[in-house]
């Protein structure tokens, strides 16, 4: 069974850097792709980037060049390092993990199996 615990959520004024991390328990024997949502009060649940098993990333356009997401498959841990931040990244962060070997991957959350039970990120101006 997948567990999901992410942490280093915070509160950061705008401008400023938070690195999210996600500790993965899962089948050695089974690739994923892993990924990062986000929701804020009001609004959909938005994929913010994801990785493949090969290590391919994908971005949501509102994080492009902002926000990068890693792997440490020795650690078994999904990073998000934000920087640049704003008042409009505020929203509780998910990490989510499928089965899958395809080598890209997406950001459509009705795809992944598994996840987390969040970590809040607040950006004050």
């Known amino acids: 069974q997948v567990q999901l615990v992410e942490s280093g959520g915070g509160s950061v004024q705008s401008g400023g850097s938070l690195r999210l991390s996600c500790a993965a328990s899962?089948?050695?024997?089974?690739?994923?792709?892993m990924a990062w949502f986000r929701r804020s009060p009001g609004k959909e649940r938005e994929g913010v980037a994801a990785?493949?098993?090969?290590?391919?990333?994908t971005y949501a356009d509102s994080v492009r060049g902002r926000f990068t997401i890693s792997q440490d498959n020795a650690k078994n841990t999904l990073y998000l390092q934000m920087n640049t931040l704003k008042p409009e990244d505020t929203a509780m962060y998910y990490c989510?993990?499928?089965?899958?070997?395809?080598?890209?991957?997406?950001?459509?959350?009705?795809?992944?199996?598994?996840w987390g039970q969040g970590t809040q990120v607040t950006v004050s101006s």
């Open positions: 989510a993990a499928k089965q899958t070997s395809w080598p890209w991957p997406g950001l459509n959350a009705d795809d992944y199996n598994y």
């Open positions: 899962v089948d050695p024997y089974t690739t994923y792709s």
């Open positions: 990785v493949s098993s090969r290590g391919t990333t």
